[in-house]
């Protein structure tokens, strides 16, 4: 993240809506409740607001929770999640240093888009369990696509497709980048069936059937990782299909 750009977003948009009295003259009608609106126009805060909310998603994934809970009227709430966001900003290198051992983070956002994308307004919304679930869903979908199949998912998916075996009529083989067929390239592709196994068998169908026990968030972060893992080894393979001609 460009994070000079992002805070002079953010203070453009804390600025546009800073709620202000407006002007006044003799023989105007006095209110007696709040009659502050907000500095920039409607319009200009709208068009702003379409950035701003990108910027919140990286910067304080959860801040949209905030919209359902409070009076989001004169665009209050977004200017609370920017006046936070702006802090985590310029405090974020001072805040791992003296809170953790400033060790490398995982960024959701960083994550193959299989994994990230179909898991993200569920994670915004702070159902983590279901996110890391839809994103397994997503990966298997992919897969199938990849290899044009839907009689078979998920681990015994995996397993047919990166098995050692030659394609057969309309059950195409992935082979990760760089596979010259060698011991190395066997081993690595029986470990990319295992991971799915372990995925679907640890992680993803325990999600299913108890939906109702939520995940805490770091440790659904870390789930979501390793659906990202095999989502780039199935996106960086090569498709091998039956040779008709054979």
Avoid at 3 to 26: C, G, H, K, M, R
Avoid at 99 to 110: C, R, V
Avoid at 206 to 221: K, V, Y
């Amino acid at each position: 993240m460009d994070y000079n750009w992002a805070l002079a977003e953010l203070q453009s948009f804390i600025d546009l809506t800073e709620l202000v009295s407006p002007p006044y003259t003799p023989g105007d009608v006095l209110y007696l409740g709040d009659d502050r609106v907000t500095r920039g126009k409607t319009d200009e805060i709208i068009k702003n607001a379409q950035v701003i909310e990108q910027i919140l998603d990286r910067v304080i994934p959860t801040w949209r929770n905030y919209l359902e809970k409070r009076d989001n009227s004169r665009w209050q709430v977004h200017r609370q999640a920017a006046l936070r966001a702006v802090s985590e900003i310029e405090h974020r290198e001072e805040i791992a240093e003296k809170l953790g051992d400033n060790a490398p983070q995982i960024s959701a956002a960083a994550l193959h888009p299989w994994a990230w994308e179909s898991a993200r307004s569920l994670w915004q919304s702070g159902h983590y369990r279901a996110a890391v679930q839809a994103a397994a869903i997503k990966l298997n979908a992919e897969t199938q696509n990849k290899v044009g199949r839907r009689d078979v998912s998920e681990k015994d998916l995996f397993w047919q497709c990166y098995g050692n075996d030659d394609p057969k009529p309309g059950k195409a083989r992935l082979r990760p980048a760089n596979d010259d067929g060698g011991k190395t390239a066997s081993s690595i592709r029986r470990g990319i069936a295992s991971l799915a196994e372990g995925l679907y068998a640890a992680i993803r169908n325990p999600a299913s059937h108890d939906p109702l026990d939520e995940s805490e968030e770091h440790i659904a972060l870390e789930q979501l990782a390793v659906v990202s893992v095999l989502a780039r080894f199935v996106d960086d393979s090569a498709v091998i299909k039956w040779d008709t001609h054979s």
